[in-house]
Nanobody, 124 residues
Framework: QVRVVESGGGLVQAGGSLRLSCAAS????????MGWFRQAPGKEREFVAT????????YYADSVKGRFTISRVNAKNTVTLQMNSLKPEDTAVYYC?????????????????WGQGTQVAVSS
């Protein structure tokens, strides 16, 4: 079992930045690809970013590419989502997830463990 806990959400003005962190415990962290997803009110959950177990490979949704950066420190069992140039449409609950695979995964069904989510609100 892997426990995933997000932190770092909050309220920010458009154009601002937030840094989300995710801590995972229970297994060897580098054995897991990690991903960030988000769900806005009234909308389905959507993929945001993912990083391979080694940290070498990353992939982003087109909507966040160039603004968000995902990174991980395996020695600290943490993954981070740096969000810059935030827009009101980035407002959502952000979820961190862990996959038992080590590759790059865009679909939620490829992830085995999920955090409770952290709220991000961007005002215009």
């Amino acid at each position: 079992q892997v426990r995933v806990v997000e932190s770092g959400g909050g309220l920010v003005q458009a154009g601002g930045s937030l840094r989300l962190s995710c801590a995972a415990s229970g297994r060897t962290f580098s054995d897991y690809a990690m991903g960030w997803f988000r769900q806005a009110p009234g909308k389905e959950r959507e993929f945001v970013a993912t990083i391979s177990g080694s940290g070498i490979s990353t992939y982003y949704a087109d909507s966040v590419k160039g603004r968000f950066t995902i990174s991980r420190v395996n020695a600290k069992n943490t993954v981070t989502l740096q969000m810059n140039s935030l827009k009101p449409e980035d407002t959502a609950v952000y979820y961190c997830a862990a996959s038992s695979g080590r590759g790059i995964y865009l679909l939620g069904r490829n992830y085995d463990y999920w955090g409770q989510g952290t709220q991000v609100a961007v005002s215009s």
